[in-house]
């Protein structure tokens, strides 16, 4: 008797079909190797927003962002730029940034009307009669859910610091070119940015001015005298120098060059020789 072929190739495509059956319910039931991403990883997704402005001290940010230091310390981060710093306040209060590259003054006030905001980092000191120390704030918040990434950001600081230190000419085209495209830039001659050494000095408490929390409470008192803000502020958990602290004990990781104290940004050079 003749073989149908029609009827062989009907009982041969049984074990194929018999074998997407299987696929369609592996997949139905989630049979796979791979772990469903945790919380965590699903948050680290999502960029931290930080904010900098028209302080030429904070341009060693702009540093880190064009040579990938956040990505080098596993830090999803989008610098955001702002014309005028007074805006990049703002959208730390109402929450579009995660971080932001402030005034000491500022984040007092807004510690006064509710904010949850800590100090991570120290970024260089302010003229003016009280020492109004910039720094990066970030919120109560972001330091809970991401501290890794809060982490990259202070890494990537100090990383940035080296990069100029090491390429001083580098450094500075690019900050040349970051700050001529944007018309309300205006440098600060005298404005030296915080290393290391500088931040573990500041944040450990102290009774002057040149420790940061004995400044801030220095600033309150005016800032409540003047009518600035109603209330004086509980600033006792105003300063967070745990990330600066780690990054000092893995220094030998990250930084390649000794500092130089002298160093200053100055224009129309950015960075110094």
Known sequence: ???????????????????????????????????????REIAAAVPANVGFSDRSSWLPWEVARQKHL???????????????????????ESGLLDANNQRLTDTIRAIALGEEWAIVLVTDLADGNLPNFGHLAVTRQQIEDRPEIVQGLVNAWFDSLD????????????????AQKRANFTATP????????????????????????????AIAGVLLENGSISVRPDLS?????????????????????????????????????
Not at 244 to 273: C, D, E, Q, W
């Open 1 to 39: 008797m003749p073989v149908q072929l029609s009827r062989v190739l009907r009982f041969a495509r049984f074990p194929i079909a018999i074998g997407l059956i299987g696929v369609g319910l592996c997949a139905l039931l989630s049979c796979t190797s791979n772990p469903a991403p945790t919380p």
């Open 190 to 217: 005298t404005t030296t940015p915080f290393g290391l050494e500088e931040n573990l000095k500041v944040l450990t408490p102290g009774n002057d001015i040149t420790h940061l929390s004995y400044a801030a409470e």
């Open 70 to 92: 956040f990505e080098r310390h596993r830090a999803n981060v989008d610098l955001k730029w702002f014309d005028r710093y007074a805006e990049s306040v703002s959208a730390l």
């Open 237 to 273: 958990q105003l300063l967070d120098d745990r990330f600066v602290k780690a990054y000092k004990l893995g220094m030998g990781n990250f930084i390649t060059s000794p500092p130089n104290p002298h160093r200053k940004f100055i224009g129309p050079r950015y960075f110094a020789k």
């Open 163 to 178: 990069y100029i230190r090491s390429q001083p000419d580098k450094a500075d085209r690019i900050a040349a070119k970051f």
